[in-house]
């Protein structure tokens, strides 16, 4: 497999175990106190320093097109743990080849070549293979070291890892424990309660339950509404004791999984209920968010005393099985493809990503595979969910997302046009039907499993499987 880019209107060829990510041209870089042949400056990439090397200058080529429409591909060294940013015109895709049709060549009196030793034709046109170890090998190439945080494969319950749902309220970033969620909560209007004092701005009718809700900002320790809002979108947790709260927010983003170490520290001027949170998750694009301690939320006064209000209309535990009807009660993520709602159990997910843009009109073939991304050291194939099960989609930019999953340590993607609401549902009727129902409302929605709907150790990705 290979990720396909244009150098100078030329086609070169990375071995996509060698690429891990690709991303645009920043808007600003950082000079360097170093003169190289190539060298741009270094860019901020997350938490890393990233050197960035013009690949057209590299192989005595040229290009008229501008550094601001240029890609960044970040190619990887695993055995040396090195890493640099290419700079190429774009990036074309990803091709899978049989080695079969390689060919090579060299030039007399001249040592190996940086690309162009191997080469292959596709659409007419010879596309020369980057040789990666070579890449490195340059004299006065600069890089940069690869760091565990961003290179270890990330593994679903691995020690001291942990899920979080990233939510936005008012420009702010909060990321609330997966394992304390009850449900997230649409867009609902709320209403005048004797409970609205302090930073409870009222109740939320849900599924039967008058749930207080709360100024986020406020019980935060992040500033206030100017004035209580008369709808809101929320997240729901359930108190230890029984009962439930929801947290205000405008909309949530992703999930994500990371180690507890990896988290930054919160600087308490950010925050004057500092003791409120874990830590810090910063994400690819540089925005951070403030990771919410559950327990320590949990047992604040103001949240345990409002949440009993709600003890007799919710069940005692949260994963209680609802008696005659199925099995327990866990959160899933339920989203929206071809126009129908379908759940993911919600622990199954390691993360969710946009979808690329060269995914965007992709067609997927017959048995759902759609293409591949890069991300976190490896290259990802992607599945379009509304393909498995038998229909067809339009995928809406600004929408679609990619739901990742994990089988052994190889991450697999599926794409679902939209995703809706962190819901609590129970497997019901036989496995083989994989369907849940929603105790609360009684409605049934069908379970999406990506393992089960596709023979993963047999796919014809052309990606060798642990």
Not at 1 to 28: C, H, K, Q, T
Request: glycine content about 10%; some cysteine; aromatic content about 6%.
């Amino acid at each position: 497999m290979y990720g396909l880019v244009d150098v100078g209107g030329r086609y070169l060829a990375i071995d996509a175990l060698n690429i891990r990510e690709a991303v645009p041209f920043p808007d600003s870089i950082s000079p360097l106190a170093v003169n190289l042949p190539g060298l741009l400056g270094a860019m901020i990439l997350r938490e890393d320093t990233m050197p960035l090397v013009d690949c057209a200058a590299l192989l005595g080529l040229s290009t008229e097109v501008p550094l601001s429409e240029q890609v960044v591909i970040i190619v990887i060294d695993a055995d040396r743990k090195q890493l640099l940013g290419l700079v190429v015109n774009a990036l074309q895709g990803m091709i899978s080849l049989d080695r079969s049709r390689r060919a090579e060549m060299g030039i007399v009196g001249h040592g190996p070549m940086l690309a162009g030793a191997q080469s292959f034709v596709r659409n007419g046109a010879v596309v020369s293979i980057l040789d990666p170890p070579l890449l490195f090998d340059q004299p006065s190439l600069p890089f940069a070291v690869q760091q565990d945080r961003s290179y270890a494969p990330l593994e679903t319950g691995a020690s001291g890892q942990s899920g979080y749902l990233h939510c936005g309220y008012q420009d702010v970033g909060l990321a609330f424990p997966l394992s304390d969620i009850h449900a997230t909560i649409p867009m609902v209007p709320l209403q005048d309660s004797p409970l609205a004092h302090g930073p409870c701005d009222g109740v939320i009718h849900h599924h039967g339950t008058d749930i207080p809700i709360l100024d986020s900002l406020r019980l935060f320790g992040l500033g206030g509404n100017f004035s209580r809002p008369e709808s809101s979108a929320s997240v729901a947790l359930r108190a230890p004791g029984g009962g439930l709260v929801a947290f205000e927010i405008d909309r949530f983003f992703d999930i994500v999984h990371t180690q507890t170490e990896d988290l930054l520290d919160v600087p308490r001027v950010i925050s004057g209920r500092s003791d409120l949170f874990s830590g810090i998750h910063m994400d690819e694009t540089g925005k951070h968010y403030l990771v919410i301690d559950g327990p320590s939320l949990l047992r604040e006064e103001v949240v345990v005393q409002l949440a009993s209000t709600t003890v007799n209309d919710t069940p005692d535990t949260p994963d209680d099985a609802a008696p005659g009807y199925g099995g327990p009660v866990a959160p899933y993520l339920l989203c929206r493809s071809a126009g129908n709602q379908i759940g993911c159990h919600l622990t199954d997910i390691v993360e969710i990503l946009r979808l690329p843009d060269d995914l965007l009109c992709a067609e997927a073939r017959h048995d759902g595979y759609l293409g591949t991304l890069s991300h976190r050291a490896q290259v990802i194939p992607v599945f379009s969910i509304a393909s498995l099960l038998g229909t067809t989609t339009r995928i809406e930019e600004g929408n679609a997302c990619v739901l990742l999953f994990r089988e052994g340590r190889q991450l697999f993607g599926a794409v679902a046009d939209a995703l809706e609401e962190v819901a609590r549902c129970q497997t019901f009727g036989p496995p083989e039907e994989k369907m849940l129902r929603r105790p609360e409302t009684g409605a049934f929605v069908p379970l999406f499993d990506l393992q089960t709907e596709i023979e993963i150790t047999a796919l014809d990705t052309g990606i060798a499987l642990p």
